[in-house]
Antibody
Framework: EVQLVESGGGVVQPGGSLRLSCAAS????????MHWVRQAPGKGLEWVSL????????YYADSVKGRFTISRDNSKNSLYLQMNSLRTEDTALYYC?????????????WGQGTLVTVSS | EIVLTQSPGTLSLSPGERATLSCRAS???????LAWYQQKPGQAPRLLIY???SRATGIPDRFSGSGSGTDFTLTISRLEPEDFAVYYC?????????FGGGTKVEIK
């Protein structure tokens, strides 16, 4: 059974940093691209970042480019999102999602999310 | 960036009725890179359709996707009580991935 479990969310002041983690199990982790997607309270979905199965290729939404860094450790079946220079508009529930392919084919499994609140 | 506009914003229907949801792109989207998701309150999204028209594993055949270029449609042939939810389209292109704003299907 595929499982994705996010952690690392919390309350942080504007300008601060946070590192999210996603522990994956139930599939061959390095065969698939992985994503971070966020959802502000009461709002729609926003794609944040994508990383290829081998970690060699990454892609970011313009809204986070230069501030967030996606990475993965295939030996630990784990996905990460380092978030720096956080803004109030980064407040959201952050999901990790597994792609159905090695780059993009739709997100076939999602975690339950970890909440990030940026507030002074 | 390709903008996806979903309409209507809210669809009020009764169980058993047919639902037709629209997703219009600001530029042409490859059909291979268009997906639909369902999200219920308090839950993570679920993949329904990928490649514009292929059902994901375990998705009932009352869900179907169609379209090409800039106009895509998700159809639910006969609404079941568990289908009342928010639906999002998503695309992948050279300028990144984007989601539409969502269509809420509510019980009339």
């Amino acid at each position: 059974e595929v499982q994705l479990v996010e952690s690392g969310g919390g309350v942080v002041q504007p300008g601060g940093s946070l590192r999210l983690s996603c522990a994956a199990s139930g599939f061959t982790f390095d065969d698939y691209a992985m994503h971070w997607v966020r959802q502000a309270p009461g709002k729609g979905l926003e794609w944040v970042s994508l990383i290829s199965g081998d970690g060699g290729s990454t892609y970011y939404a313009d809204s986070v480019k230069g501030r967030f860094t996606i990475s993965r450790d295939n030996s630990k079946n784990s996905l990460y999102l380092q978030m720096n220079s956080l803004r109030t508009e980064d407040t959201a529930l952050y999901y990790c999602a597994k792609d159905s392919s090695s780059w993009y084919g739709g997100f076939d499994y999602w975690g339950q999310g970890t909440l990030v609140t940026v507030s002074s | 960036e390709i903008v996806l506009t979903q309409s209507p914003g809210t669809l009020s229907l009764s169980p058993g009725e047919r639902a037709t949801l629209s997703c219009r792109a600001s530029q042409s989207v490859s059909s291979s890179y268009l997906a639909w998701y369902q999200q219920k309150p308090g839950q993570a999204p679920r993949l329904l359709i990928y490649g514009a028209s292929s059902r994901a594993t375990g998705i009932p055949d009352r869900f179907s996707g169609s379209g090409s270029g800039t106009d895509f449609t998700l159809t639910i042939s006969r609404l079941e009580p568990e289908d009342f939810a928010v639906y999002y389209c998503q695309q992948y292109g050279s300028s990144g991935l984007t989601f539409g704003g969502g269509t809420k299907v509510e019980i009339k």
